[in-house]
């Protein structure tokens, strides 16, 4: 079920591309709203809207947003531009667009004809926040580098909401976006991430090709339930598409919570549990006692055993993130507050640019 209201809108407070954020009002006071212009049109003041408002009334983790679903004021909308597939499908909300997969792209013939990626390193990444310092520990040794993102289907699903992608691909450190399976809004659409990797490496002929969701984690406190899981099958994906699954793990000793304590819990799921072909791992190298503990996180659940770990140490995406003025968080905590975490992302980016 969801939480409908109708309201009226007030103020634009920004807009870019695809994505306008206003302020509303309705008989329940006055909040901020998002809206998806590829669903439902710009806005202007003075505009009615129907606005689900299930998320912030839940007080879940949306950034204490409305949605738009309809501008009442724009009835009368048409369809645009070629394609077919649908996507979130089967919904009100169903959009169209043109996959590259699809007769009429003039990708069709190029990803009809891949063979295998023989070899080439794409990376997989489990959470959003780990993109935006990858992509600037890359680009400030190797301006050069093509770089293109997936975003899967695991958390948002229009890539307009992502702060982080807009001020990447304003910056030239993100030059390519593809948008996976019910995910929308991207350069180029794909029916899966199959095909989101293939394009991007065939169409987009990218140099570096990161895989992983858009902003947002579901989770729920048990051993699978998490949408995390994905990392896993998207391991086993390149793998199947012969290339070679590089995945980023989640590391922190900054957080009080002891099941992400050195090697999150979800990252030694996907390895250990979910994953069932090999990977290879990059590692920061810690201090001696840090070091202890995630070695034996790697033993205690035989992850050493089904993927191939290296140590780097990733110490440049620090200067990386300054050079740019990233303001890149996790959970809350900046660079300085958690380190490792940043450090295992510029362990990443080192094994790339040692290739």
């Known amino acids: ?41 710009y806005v202007r003041k003075g505009d009615r809207v129907i606005l689900n408002t299930t ?49 009429q792209s003039g990708y069709h013939r190029i990803i009809n004809g891949f063979e295998n990626l023989k070899g080439r390193p794409i990376v997989t990444i489990p959470l959003h926040s780990m993109l935006a310092p990858l992509c600037a520990a890359v680009k400030i040794s190797r301006p050069s580098v093509k770089i293109g993102y997936v975003m899967t289907d695991g958390a948002a699903l229009p890539i307009t909401f992502s702060k982080t992608v807009a001020g990447l691909k304003e910056m030239g450190l993100l030059d390519v976006t593809i948008t996976s399976g019910n995910a929308f809004g991207g350069d180029m659409e794909t029916v899966n991430f199959y095909t989101g990797i293939i394009a991007a490496v065939q169409a987009a002929e990218c140099d570096l090709v990161v895989v992983g969701m858009g902003p947002g984690i579901a989770g729920t406190g ?20 012969g290339g070679l699954p590089v995945a980023m793990v989640r590391i922190s000793f900054a957080d009080g919570r002891v099941r992400h304590r050195g090697i999150s819990h979800h990252s030694i799921t996907v390895l250990g ?24 996180q790697i033993e205690d659940n035989s992850i050493e055993k089904k993927h191939t770990i290296v140590f780097n140490k990733g110490e440049k995406v620090f200067r990386a993130i300054e050079e740019y003025g990233l303001m890149t968080t996790t959970m809350g905590r900046g660079p300085e507050e958690d380190r490792d975490f940043f450090l295992s992302i510029g362990a990443t980016a080192d094994f790339y640019l040692s290739l």
């Open 55 to 103: 998320a912030q009334f839940l007080g879940l983790g949306t950034g204490g947003y409305h949605f738009v679903i309809a501008n009442l004021n724009n009835t009368a909308a048409d369809l645009s531009g070629p394609g077919h597939i649908m996507k979130l499908r089967y919904t009100p909300m169903q959009v169209k667009c043109l996959a590259v997969e699809e007769q």
């Open 222 to 241: 048990t051993a699978y339930g998490f949408s995390g899981v994905e990392q896993g099958y998207i391991i086993d994906g390149i793998n199947t598409l």
């Open 1 to 41: 079920m969801i939480r409908a209201r109708e309201g009226s809108v007030i103020e634009v407070l920004s807009e870019r591309k695809g994505l306008q954020e206003i302020r509303v009002r309705n008989r329940e006071g006055d909040s901020k709203a998002l809206v998806y212009a590829d669903m439902t049109g």
């Open 273 to 296: 549990k979910i994953a069932k072909t090999r990977s290879l791992v990059p590692l920061p190298r810690l201090e001696a006692e840090k070091m202890e503990y995630i070695k034996k």
